[in-house]
T-cell receptor
């Protein structure tokens, strides 16, 4: 079945630095990728939707200059948290859909801790 | 705004019993629903889905029921096992769109 690989699985960074999270579709072409954020004991909140080759669409309240999303190829999307602060500490999860728009395949998530 | 929510934050069941997890949604235009299982520190795992033109769908040990009249969705797990312990989310899309909206989640605890 469809597999999405997310890397790293966890990262600790210092406040003020930037962190990049990668999301790769391993066996299908992901025309659309989604980025979610999940705080402890809460639900997944959609941050943005990205389509290959075009700019991401951000949800209301999500700062596009802080959470940079790149979807330059059909198998890779990246989320860069710029100038990270402790309040950005969260579990970030990506999801991908293929050309047929059948199903959503999720990555295993990235635990970001900003100290 | 529109939202998808759950009635019970925590559900404890005995091993071998059946579990029923409920979900209420508010958007009458929602037309596709998915149940996910999420274990601690992992991404959501697809369990079963249902489209709005159906009211029941069965999988292996799981059944999803959809009641569009009262905008209610449920997930039934037969013969619940310790490995079923996780947080379960319902999610929905509207109008064939891409955006998947998640409910608040229910923690299922299976007691031996």
């Amino acid at each position: 079945g469809a597999v999405v690989s997310q890397h790293p699985s966890w990262v600790i960074c210092k406040s003020g630095t930037s962190v990049k999270i990668e999301c790769r579709s391993l066996d299908f072409q992901a025309t659309t990728m989604f980025w979610y954020r999940q705080f402890p004991k809460q639900s997944l909140m959609l941050m943005a939707t990205s389509n290959e080759g075009s700019k991401a669409t951000y949800e209301q309240g999500v700062e596009k200059d802080k959470f940079l999303i790149n979807h330059a190829s059909l198998t890779l999307s990246t989320l860069t948290v710029t100038s990270a602060h402790p309040e950005d500490s969260s579990f970030y999860i990506c999801s991908a859909r293929d050309r047929r728009n059948v199903g959503y395949t999720f990555g295993s998530g990235t635990r970001l801790t900003v100290v | 705004g529109e939202s998808v929510g759950l009635h019970l934050p925590t559900l404890s069941v005995q091993e071998g019993d059946n579990s029923i997890i409920n979900c209420a949604y508010s958007n009458s235009a929602s037309d596709y629903f998915i149940w996910y299982k999420q274990e601690s520190g992992k991404g959501p795992q697809f369990i079963i889905d249902i489209r709005s033109n159906m009211d029941k769908r069965q999988g292996q040990r799981v059944t999803v029921l959809l009641n569009k009249t009262v905008k209610h969705l449920s997930l039934q797990i037969a013969a619940t096992q310790p490995g079923d312990s996780a947080v379960y989310f319902c999610a929905e899309t509207t109008g064939g769109g891409n955006k998947l909206t998640f409910g608040t989640g229910t923690q299922l605890k299976v007691e031996l």
